[in-house]
């Protein structure tokens, strides 16, 4: 028996199966729901209230009102008849704060994944009465036999020359592979780089006659669903198939390639179809591109962390299930390791550290922290286990950088100062917001070395049910629609910070300044040592570098010292869609780059129990900090 679903405020209504899960019903319905879970019923984040009849497991994460007044868990509840559902402000996957901007470097070698190539055909005679093919061939300056083609393509062939008067474009995988042919002279050569995140997916539309920018879209990875990050979701293949991962990522990129179509058209006043795309570059971290191409992610998650490969072949959209030209080549930038994926090598060539005779280093903050450091001669690389904290996961009022999210924080004599994203009421902060916090709650004494809040007289200070906590925005500023199911009913709706929250943030930064110190000392080389620091990845672009130095997230140095990348990975997939040259310097960055493996290194866990404080347990190693200190006293 099947029942009708509707989620408001968006207003979607669904028809599904008895026993569906809500979650999975909002994902049927276009409904974007947080599960950073993956579905397990452990985060408390896909709290929606629900009218009609629903199979629902008691649960600590909905207090007893909540309860009462219709409150249950996505994911755990199973559709019984009709339903309506409204998702509160916290639960929805809002509009994201999603980096798409990155640096479109100058290329002097343009040699494109495929190549377009105009041929006015002699027409056949009884003197001349080669075949199609093999006349393609010949203008071509090919020898007979020397062009491949595929059988789909071959099909094409006699109706596009007669109806072009033997006038076509080619278009060509290197010199001997006839991938598509089109009528007359083509005046569009496209393709597509696409950076495959964990959070979200960026995909840019590219001239490949001269490398500009047509075009970009992005959007959430629709595999969100299945959880927040990399292990959960290898997790959810585990306990049921890569087949729902990667038809969910599948549908992102390809709602992204009909975003681009749409852009196209409205700008231009012309028609982009799939087929107009003829190559593709992929750059993601090694669990998202085998999540992709669904092959079995288990390896990357057991020791000794092995991927099932970190080179994909060159594959075909039509066989990977992009909606672009089928024949078209797929390039999946190449990986290092399991947790040093495609997407830290495109971070490599956009920020060009393997050609540079200075050593420098690049650190991308995310769940995972991947850390490269060296120059063109050398590279170590390695991860680190950061942790969701950064991703909102694990802080009580946490939450990914979109709409309602308190990004910057300042705090001045007592009184908060904030931002949002988007600039309405804040229902929740973000990571460079968290940082910030931290950061100016450390330097005004309200938090001690230690990551403890203090400061007891402080009237935002008070005791919570897990000990002291911070009120960063009282409950007539924020927009949290219920607030949070721990908070007594005095107390709902308030933006808190817990020591709980602090901590996992100091673990976080401590894991990542840890992973970048011991990477330096296995080749004898301290911070002060750097030319430069790159920070890259969507997270790291919108720190307040000085603050991330206050907390010890990142070392002191002097600010001009940090470059930010922008969208790293992005760039780095353009670059190896257009330039053969950057193809061979990212298999040369997989040859020779070290992998360093810290979970077997206890300089590693010496050195992040050392980092276990505000900014370290070495003040001298931080002494821009120390003196900003010292002078407030």
Not at 135 to 147: K, M, T
Not at 542 to 556: E, F, N, Q, R, S
């Amino acid at each position: 028996m099947s029942y009708s679903v509707t989620f408001f405020p968006k207003n979607s209504t669904v028809e599904v199966e008895e026993g569906t899960t809500l979650l999975d019903s909002a994902v049927k319905a276009g409904v974007s729901i947080n599960a950073v879970c993956g579905g397990e019923g452990k985060c408390g984040r896909c709290r929606v209230i629900v009218e009609g009849a629903v199979d629902s497991p008691d649960t600590s994460l909905i207090n007893p009102l909540d309860w009462e007044n219709g409150y249950r868990l996505a994911c755990q509840s199973k559709v019984r008849s009709d339903l309506i559902v409204f998702v509160p402000h916290e639960a929805q996957v809002g509009e994201h704060k999603i980096l798409t901007t990155f640096h479109v470097a100058e290329l002097s070698d343009l040699s494109p994944l495929v190549s377009w190539k105009y041929l006015d055909l002699p027409r056949p005679t009884l003197d001349d009465n080669l075949g199609d093919l093999e006349r393609i061939e010949r203008s071509l300056g090919l020898a007979h036999g020397e062009l491949d083609a595929q059988l789909k393509v071959l099909r094409k062939l006699p109706d596009v020359i007669r109806s072009s008067d033997w006038n076509v474009s080619v278009v060509l995988e290197g010199e001997h592979n006839l991938i598509d042919i089109r009528p007359g002279e083509c005046l569009r050569e496209l393709g597509l780089a696409v950076d495959v995140g964990t959070t979200t997916v960026v995909a840019a539309l590219i001239d490949m006659r001269n490398g500009e920018v047509l075009s970009q879209a992005s959007d959430y990875n629709k595999q969100i669903v299945c959880g927040e990050d990399v292990l959960s979701r290898i997790a959810f293949c585990e306990d049921r198939s890569v087949e729902r991962p990667q038809r969910l990522v599948l549908d992102t990129i390809n709602a992204l390639i009909s975003k681009i179509q749409v852009d196209i058209k409205a700008r231009e006043e012309c028609n982009l179809t799939g087929d107009d795309i003829s190559s593709i570059s992929v750059a993601g971290n090694t669990t998202m591109i085998h999540l992709l191409l669904g092959l079995d992610p288990r390896g990357i998650r057991y020791d000794p962390y092995v991927p099932l490969t970190n080179l994909p072949p060159i594959l075909r959209a039509g066989d990977v299930g992009i909606e672009i030209l089928p024949q078209a080549p797929v390039y999946f930038v190449p990986g290092r390791a399991s947790y040093v994926g495609g997407d830290i090598i495109a971070d490599v060539l956009a920020s060009e550290l393997h050609t540079s005779l200075e050593t420098s280093l690049l650190i991308d903050v995310g769940t995972n922290g991947e850390i490269v450091l060296g120059n063109r001669d050398w590279m170590v690389a390695c991860s680190c286990s950061a942790g969701p904290a950064f991703e909102g996961g694990e802080v009580a009022h946490g939450m990914r950088a979109m709409m309602g999210a308190i990004d910057s924080i300042q705090l001045k004599q007592g009184e908060i100062e904030y931002t949002t994203i988007g600039g309405g009421k804040p229902i929740g902060i973000c990571g460079s917001g968290l940082i910030d916090l931290i950061a100016e709650m450390f330097k005004n004494r309200v938090v001690d070395k230690k990551g403890r809040i203090q400061d007891l007289n402080n009237p935002r200070v008070r005791m919570g049910d897990e000990g002291s906590e911070f009120v960063v925005a009282w409950a007539e500023e924020t927009a949290v629609d219920g607030g949070s199911p721990d908070c007594p009913d005095g107390r709902r709706g308030d933006i808190i910070i817990t020591d709980n929250d602090i901590q996992n943030i100091i673990r976080t930064k401590a894991a990542v300044y840890a992973a970048a110190s011991v990477l330096l000392k296995s080749v004898d080389l301290a911070f002060e040592d750097l030319s430069q620091v790159f920070v890259a990845g969507g997270f790291g672009n919108y720190l307040d570098i000085g603050k991330a130095t206050v907390i010890g997230l990142l070392p002191d140095l002097p600010e001009d010292k940090f470059v930010f990348l922008g969208n790293g990975a992005l760039a780095g997939a353009r670059l190896t869609l257009l330039s053969e040259t950057k193809r061979r310097e990212a298999s040369m960055v997989h040859e020779r780059m070290t992998y360093f493996e810290l979970s077997t290194t206890q300089a590693f866990f010496d050195e992040f129990s050392s980092s276990l404080f505000l900014p370290h347990t070495d003040i001298s190693k931080f002494p821009n900090v120390r003196k900003m200190l010292e002078t407030s006293g």
